[in-house]
């Protein structure tokens, strides 16, 4: 049975549209104009699948007047590779994304407070060195969930997924904001991945790029100063035409860049199911308003699951995520500028050590407004650091271990880059960087594996290390020694002592210790006693010991 298939496209101020498609022969059937800026036109159409585009009189100033151009259609949730034409599915008689059936949305997911996050490019987290098959899709992924789950992760944050041109980059040059990028797998393939990391109660946290797309997404052959700035507002910091949050149309009482951004967005949460949006270039976005808009449009069309919405605004700043500020969380990126150099013994400095281990000190408000990191995909690995250093092997993983124990007990959600956790030492490339699995039948590498394995769920067990308070309870420039305690209302309590040094400290005291008794070392797997509010101890060069209150 056919049925009338509709058409649409949202064009107001251009002077003619048509559709052309596999089922007119690519003739063009004339579309048209309503008083809402829309061309449309409904077509019967059987069950099946159809490849269509638009044909428009371009307002774009770098066509000529009323050009005549071929575009697809910006709401496309399908785009075949190599044609580009858009790909719709009817089925009885309705448009459709794909016949997914979701099977695990009734389990229970963490709230924003107990994430541990990872971030992952699909194309380059399996498959690797040695391995026969060139692996980089949502399948593969899949078939690591449950080494993520072994792990620790309950957050996954996919670098971009969506359509961009070519097979392989970040992901942060989309052309088509509804469709998912084909060298991945199919949308389907998509959301069995999200489903099944759902079924493990892990969430998905899809980045997601609102500053700027790439330079032949549809809108900018339509009419590109009605979506986009003109030009670049910062020439230095420019990936592509930028929305224009500012722009109003008048005459149908819109914004038209808030709009689309809208749909998408709405989209996503309910075709996809994800459970937070990572927002590329927010401090470019600059615009508040449009930010606050778009967290709420998230959190009414999420309902009741959680929602996480992270900025990354660099440098980073509390205003993006306080009382006035529209994000829940921000990439923190001063942790990362802090640490490193410190891990890396290229300075010692307390008080800038403090500011970044309690963002409080920074006038963030709370535990959920930083992502803490010790790097993500557009830093090198720590491992890199290390080396440029010609700090190698045990010394290496000595320091990454302690850098592991700074991301797990700071105030703030920790995340780790693929691989980060068994000391992956890839450059960064624009190129495709496959981590290396091989790396873990290395006894260094399967080691600290097992030690992020073990802080995650001392984290997991402790709640103190979800709260927001924090004391640096000892202090001594002179060795490099710093002591900071996390503790929360009902009891837990840990205490982190971290020497920044290269010497091994024998009969160390600490004095102004939280609590008198008996405390578990967990680095070491043993138990101590504090009197008189003092412990001593033995600590090692770049070592971190970690004690829980039993």
């Known amino acids: 049975m056919a049925a009338p298939i509709e058409f649409a496209l949202f064009a107001p101020y251009n002077e003619g549209a048509s559709l052309v498609s596999c089922f007119s022969n690519w003739e063009e059937i004339p579309m048209e104009k ?15 699948i159809y490849k269509y585009k638009f044909r428009v009189q371009s307002k774009s100033w770098f066509f000529e007047a009323d050009q005549w151009v071929d575009v697809n259609d910006p709401y496309a949730t399908d785009i075949e590779d190599p044609t580009q034409n858009c790909v719709v599915r009817i089925k009885d008689g309705e448009r ?66 969506k359509e961009y041109p070519g097979d392989y980059s970040w992901g942060y040059n989309p052309r088509y904001f509804f469709a998912t990028e084909s060298s991945y797998g199919s949308t389907d393939e998509l959301k069995h991945l999200i489903d099944e990391c759902h079924a493990r109660g892990i969430r998905v946290i899809m980045d997601g790029i609102y500053n700027h797309s790439e330079a032949e997404n549809p809108l900018t052959q339509i009419d590109h100063d009605y979506w986009y700035h003109h030009a670049p507002r910062d020439p230095d910091n420019n990936w592509g035409p930028e929305f224009n949050y500012e722009h109003y149309d008048k005459n ?26 990572r927002y590329d270039a927010a401090r470019q976005i600059a615009n508040y308003e449009f930010m606050h808009w778009i967290v709420q449009e998230t959190k009414k069309t999420a309902e009741a699951k959680p929602f996480y919405n992270i900025a990354e605004y660099i440098p980073d700043n ?18 990362y500028h802090t640490v490193k150099p410190h891990i890396c013994g290229d300075r010692f400095d307390l008080e800038s050590l403090k500011d970044v281990i309690d963002c409080k000190r920074q006038g963030y408000l709370g535990a959920t407004n930083v992502v803490n990191y010790l790097t993500n995909h557009d830093h090198e690995r720590l491992m890199v650091e290390l080396a440029n250093r010609e700090i190698f092997d045990e010394e290496a993983f000595k320091r990454l271990k302690l850098g592991a124990v700074l991301l797990m007990t700071a105030v703030g ?18 190129e495709s960087r496959k981590i290396n699995w091989q790396l873990l039948s290395n006894d260094y590498n399967r080691g600290l594996c097992d030690y ?40 837990s309590r840990v205490a982190v002592v971290v020497n920044f040094s290269d010497n091994f400290l024998t009969g160390y005291t600490l004095s102004n210790f939280p609590e008198n008794g008996i405390w578990h070392e967990w680095t070491g797997n043993y138990e101590v006693e504090a009197s008189n509010n003092t412990l001593t101890l033995d600590l090692g060069g770049y070592e971190a010991k970690v004690f829980v209150w039993q």
Request: proline share 5%.
């Open 413 to 430: 959600i920790p995340l780790l880059w693929m691989g980060e956790e068994f000391g992956e030492y890839k450059p960064k490339s624009m």
């Open 96 to 161: 459709i994304v794909d016949t997914y059936v979701w099977m695990h949305d009734d389990k229970p997911l963490p709230p924003d407070h107990e994430l541990v996050i990872y971030e992952m490019h699909v194309g380059d987290f399996s498959g690797g060195e040695d391995d026969a098959y060139p692996r980089g899709n949502y399948q593969h992924v899949i078939e690591k969930l449950d080494y993520l789950v072994e792990l620790g992760i309950n957050a996954i944050e996919l670098m971009p997924i």
């Open 452 to 491: 992020y394995k073990g802080l995650i769920g001392l984290r997991k067990n402790n709640q103190a290390l979800y709260a927001e308070n924090i004391n640096f309870f000892f202090e001594d420039a002179d060795t490099k020694v710093m002591a900071y305690v996390r503790w929360n209302g009902e009891g």
């Open 318 to 335: 509390p205003s993006i995520t306080n009382v006035d500020g529209p994000m829940d969380g921000c990439w923190h990126d001063s942790f």
């Open 34 to 48: 309503d008083k809402q800026g829309y061309f449309r036109t409904s077509v019967e159409l059987e069950d099946g």
């Open 252 to 277: 149908l009482e819109t914004y038209p860049a808030r709009k689309f951004i809208g749909d998408v967005v709405r989209f996503w949460i309910t075709e996809y199911h994800i459970d937070g949006i």
